[in-house]
């Protein structure tokens, strides 16, 4: 590491700021899956063809992600429905509804409160694949691919707290006063 402050002072100044934007995007990387169980992981495994032939794929250990819908308390664990959602490098779940492949039902075993993962709740998880469950939907019967949690990771909601109410920010504050002046705030304008 201490070649990198010399070849830094060596090269020109957008060179420095280039080398220290490559190296910093460079270090994002998994939150939740730990290096030396990463070979473990099925990556190449999609949501879809988990869906389509969960059986196939029993034993295998993925990453999964997306938006709690219901937690409830079963007798030996805690069963999360989960609508699936794409995850970013760090493993946390993209919370794009539209991009959703479907829905999973995770168990964690032993005792897991569901208040603690109310519905909106964003979660990532290292999973053993078990199989495939069909239940009632609303009037429909539905094929939840099924999962056993080894790992469990809620993200702070603060991730993905927008800092303005989108999309109204340039007129939120303006609109009742003046809706087309940029100094509303000034009696006098």
Do not use: H
């Amino acid at each position: 590491m201490a070649v990198l402050p010399q070849l830094l002072r060596s090269c020109s100044p957008s060179w420095g700021l280039a080398a220290v934007l490559l190296l910093v995007t460079g270090c994002v990387s998994s939150q939740l899956v730990p290096t030396d169980m990463e070979p473990q992981i099925a990556r190449d495994l999609s949501f879809e063809a988990l869906k389509a032939e969960s059986e196939k794929f029993r034993g295998r250990v993925v990453v999964l992600g997306g938006k709690v819908l219901s937690a409830k308390r079963l007798k030996e664990a805690t069963q999360i429905e989960v609508l699936q959602l794409p995850l970013d490098k760090a493993d946390a779940p993209i919370m794009t509804l539209p991009q959703s492949k479907g829905r999973f039902l995770a168990y964690q075993e032993g005792f897991l409160d569901p208040a603690t993962l109310p519905a909106g709740t964003a979660v990532s998880m290292i999973a053993e694949i078990m199989g495939a469950k069909t239940l009632p939907l609303d009037e429909a019967e539905y094929t939840y691919p099924t999962v056993k949690i080894r790992t469990l990771k809620i993200w702070p909601q603060e991730r993905y707290a927008s800092p303005w109410p989108y999309p109204y920010y340039p007129y939120f504050y303006r609109y009742p006063y003046r809706p087309f002046s940029p100094y509303w705030w000034d009696p006098w304008y």
